[in-house]
T-cell receptor
C-alpha cells in the first residue's frame, strides 16, 4: 500500500468561496482519483487525474466547478469552487497502485454554510 | 455499465457472533471485486479483493469473501465479530481503472 495524506482534514466555509484540497502520496503513482461522499451516501467518482494530462471528469462534474491539478507523480489538488451548502461532503483522493486496486486517503470533511 | 447492490442498509450483530454482508454486482466481463471498510470519521481501508483464481478470498482483520459467478455475488463474512468492526462497509466493482461502489452497509455491534 501507500501512505496518502490530505489537507485540510476538515473545513467550514462560507457559500460563494472556494477551497483547495491537497492530496499527497509517498510514492510515485500514475493514476489518482477524486471522489465525493455526500452525507450518508456512497462514493461518487468526480474525476481521474493522470500526471501530464488533463483530468477526466465523470458525468455531472465539470472543470469549472472542480478544477484539478496534477503537477507531479505524488501530488494533486482538487478545488471546490463557488461553494454552496450542497457541496458539503467528504472529499477523498485515491491512488491506483497497480492491478486496478485503489487506496484511499483519509478524506476532507467540508461543511458549507 | 457496472453496478453494485448491497441489499442490507443496516445490520446489527452481537459481539462474537458471525457476520455476513451481501453484495451483488453487474458487470459485462470478469469483474474485479473489492470490499472496503470506513470507520467513523475515517477514509476507506481495503479489506480484500478478488481478481481471479480461488473464489474464496482472505482479507485483513479476519474477513473473507466468496465470489460466486452464477449468483453475481461477492459476500463478505467474518466468523466472530469484535466491537471494533462497527463501521460502514462498501462493496465495489472495478474495471478500466474505475470503481463503482455500492450504497454501503452499516454494521452495529452490540455487547
Amino acid at each position: 500500500s501507500a501512505v496518502i495524506s490530505q489537507k485540510p482534514s476538515r473545513d467550514i466555509c462560507q457559500r460563494g468561496t472556494s477551497l483547495t484540497i491537497q492530496c499527497q502520496v509517498d510514492s510515485q503513482v500514475t493514476m489518482m482519483f477524486w471522489y465525493r461522499q455526500q452525507p450518508g451516501q456512497s462514493l461518487t467518482l468526480i474525476a481521474t487525474a493522470n500526471q501530464g494530462s488533463e483530468a477526466t471528469y465523470e458525468s455531472g462534474f465539470v472543470i469549472d466547478k472542480f478544477p484539478i491539478s496534477r503537477p507531479n507523480l505524488t501530488f494533486s489538488t482538487l478545488t471546490v469552487s463557488n461553494m454552496s451548502p450542497e457541496d458539503s461532503s467528504i472529499y477523498l483522493c485515491s491512488v491506483d497502485l497497480g492491478a486496478d486496486t485503489q487506496y484511499f486517503g483519509p478524506g476532507t470533511r467540508l461543511t458549507v454554510l | 455499465a457496472q453496478s453494485v447492490t448491497q441489499p442490507d442498509i443496516h445490520i446489527t450483530v452481537s459481539e462474537g457472533a458471525s457476520l455476513e454482508l451481501r453484495c451483488n454486482y453487474s458487470y459485462g466481463a470478469t469483474p474485479y471485486l473489492f470490499w472496503y471498510v470506513q470507520s467513523p470519521g475515517q477514509g476507506l481501508q481495503l479489506l480484500l479483493k478478488y481478481f481471479s483464481g480461488d473464489t474464496l478470498v482472505q482479507g485483513i482483520k479476519g474477513f473473507e469473501a466468496e465470489f460466486k459467478r452464477s449468483q453475481s455475488s461477492f459476500n463478505l463474512r467474518k466468523p466472530s465479530v469484535h466491537w471494533s468492526d462497527a463501521a460502514e462497509y462498501f462493496c465495489a466493482v472495478g474495471g478500466d481503472y474505475k470503481l463503482s461502489f455500492g450504497a454501503g452497509t452499516t454494521v452495529t455491534v452490540r455487547a
